[in-house]
């Protein structure tokens, strides 16, 4: 399983972005896809998550800023970002899990930068 993730880049405080992530390759499903992201000398955290029958899991700092959705056909998961502030800088990584493939995975894209500027 490949995931291609893009949208990233520079934005202002304030501003909005959108992160698209494609999966492809050998697999019959995927039940959980997800974003999470990592800052310079932090861990890797959660930033939003959507499984296949639309529920949805976001860490506390998005909450009511940023928005998953997810085309099952296409194999495609989104995260509109609204209202970004500094501390959204980090590298976004999709993420795939629960895949009904030769190996469930989880999987992950290769990141995508996004930088807020204050």
């Known amino acids: 399983v490949q995931l291609q993730a893009s949208g990233g880049g520079l934005v202002q405080a304030g501003g909005s972005l959108r992160l698209s992530c494609v999966a492809s390759?050998?697999?019959?499903?995927?039940?959980?896809m997800g974003w999470y992201r990592q800052a310079p000398g932090k861990q890797r955290e959660l930033v939003a998550s959507?499984?296949?029958?639309?529920?949805?899991n976001y860490g506390d700092s998005v909450k009511g800023r940023f928005t998953i959705s997810r085309e099952i056909v296409d194999n495609t998961v989104y995260l509109e970002m609204t209202n970004l502030r500094a501390e959204d800088s980090a590298v976004y990584y999709c993420?795939?899990?629960?895949?009904?493939?030769?190996?469930?995975?989880?999987?992950w894209g290769q990141g995508t930068q996004v930088t807020v500027s204050s």
């Open positions: 993420n795939a899990a629960r895949v009904l493939a030769t190996l469930p995975g989880p999987y």
């Open positions: 390759g050998s697999f019959f499903s995927i039940d959980a």
């Open positions: 959507i499984t296949r029958d639309s529920r949805t």
